[in-house]
Every structure is written in structure tokens, then in C-alpha cells.
């Protein structure tokens, strides 16, 4: 009775068809009824459009008993409405590997994994340059480009090169940077002046040629060493 009554109340406040043989043989009454509470304060607050209140009480849901493939569906189509795609995805998966292959709800699953792994795709990358200096000349790939707002690259995946240069400062250049779909990366551009070595005092200077001998005989030494 309960676990029939558990079957309807989720599939009614979700949304999907009521499936027989819904809840697992695991599990004591107690924690399922304890479920069915969680969860329909969790679908009230799904309605309200609040995600995060009903996350969280679907993942208690969840919690208590971990048996029904239905509270990882509300939990996927909750994250789906909330925008957070990859994360809905993972929970239709988790569906899928649990629910019955006669399960009404398991075709349509089936079919919005689908169109949101075609989307994930599709999405492009997001690179974002901390520090940029106002003005600096950005090169992404070889070609010159505009950088947007929050000093964000919106760029294709794949594997890409950056510079960025300004005045006679030292430019920054990165290569071989892998970007997934939908993935955002920050790099520190750090751009530094040159060293003017006539403004360097004699001692300093004297002190960078030495180190400058020193490092050259240290490496020839490892050179040889090799050999």
C-alpha cells in the first residue's frame, strides 16, 4: 500500500506516468515513507522554481531511500530546468543504468540525454585573461581579436595559442592550450618591462654578467656531463 501510494504521489508531483513495480523490494517502510514527505515538499519547491531548496530535499529524498530510480529523475529534471546541464545529464544517465528497461519514462529520458549531449557539444569555451591591461593587443591563434566583458574569449574547442603584448613591455604568450566545450579557463597575463641595463649600476651590472658567466659555465659543465 504504502510503496503503491509512493508510486502515484512522485509520479503525479512530477509530472510522468505512475510505473508498476516502482519501488525497490529494499528498504523498510519507514525510510519510504520518510521519502515521500521529502519529496513532495521537494516537487513544492520545484514548482516555486526554487532549485536550490529542491535539491536539496530530493537529495535527502535520495538519502533516505536510495532505492527509487524516480527521485534521481526529479533530481535530473530539476537541474535541467535550473540551466545546469552537465549535471542533469549525469542524473538522466544514472536513471537509465537503474530504471526498468519497461519503465514509460525511460524512452523520453533517452531522448532528452540526447538533445543535451548535442547541446553540451555545441557549447563553446570561455578563456578569461586576469590581469589584462587596458589597451593591450590580444592574438588569439595568430589573429588579432576582441576581448569582451570580464576580459572573456569566447572561443571554439580545441587546442589553442594566446599573445598578448603591449607597448615594450615583454609580451605573454601561452601555446598548446586544450579547451573542452563549455569549459572556462583563467590565465594570468602577467606582461613585465624590459630590463634597461644602462640604468643598472656598475656593481649591479657587473653582478648580472658574472651570474649571467656563471649560469653559461654551469651549463656547460652539465652539457659535458651529459656527454
Request: hydrophobic share 50%; no cysteine.
Amino acid at each position: 500500500m504504502t510503496q503503491r501510494l509512493l508510486a502515484i504521489s512522485l509520479a503525479l508531483l512530477i509530472g510522468i506516468a505512475p510505473t508498476l513495480g516502482f519501488a525497490a523490494q529494499k528498504g523498510d517502510q519507514k525510510a519510504l515513507r520518510a521519502a515521500l514527505g521529502l519529496f513532495k515538499q521537494g516537487s513544492m519547491a520545484l514548482q516555486a522554481k526554487d532549485f536550490d531548496a529542491a535539491l536539496k530535499l530530493f537529495r535527502k529524498a535520495q538519502a533516505t531511500y536510495e532505492h527509487e530510480p524516480l527521485i534521481i529523475l526529479a533530481l535530473a529534471k530539476t537541474l535541467d530546468s535550473a540551466g545546469e546541464m552537465k549535471k542533469a545529464l549525469r542524473y538522466y544517465e544514472i536513471f537509465i543504468r537503474q530504471v526498468n528497461p519497461t519503465d514509460p519514462e525511460r524512452k523520453p529520458t533517452l531522448e532528452r540525454i540526447q538533445v543535451l549531449r548535442k547541446k553540451l557539444a555545441a557549447q563553446p569555451a570561455v578563456l578569461v585573461l586576469k590581469g589584462l591591461p587596458t589597451g593591450a593587443l590580444v592574438k588569439l591563434d595568430g589573429k588579432t581579436v576582441q576581448v569582451g566583458a570580464a576580459n572573456q574569449l569566447i572561443v571554439q574547442p580545441g587546442v589553442h595559442r594566446i599573445k598578448v603584448s603591449i607597448g615594450s613591455r615583454i609580451p605573454y604568450a601561452r601555446e598548446g592550450i586544450p579547451l573542452a566545450a563549455g569549459q572556462k579557463l583563467a590565465l594570468d597575463v602577467v606582461l613585465l618591462d624590459p630590463v634597461d641595463r644602462s640604468k643598472l649600476s656598475r656593481d649591479h651590472t657587473w653582478t648580472w654578467v658574472a651570474g649571467g658567466l656563471t649560469a653559461a659555465a654551469a651549463l656547460g659543465l652539465g652539457i659535458v656531463a651529459v656527454r
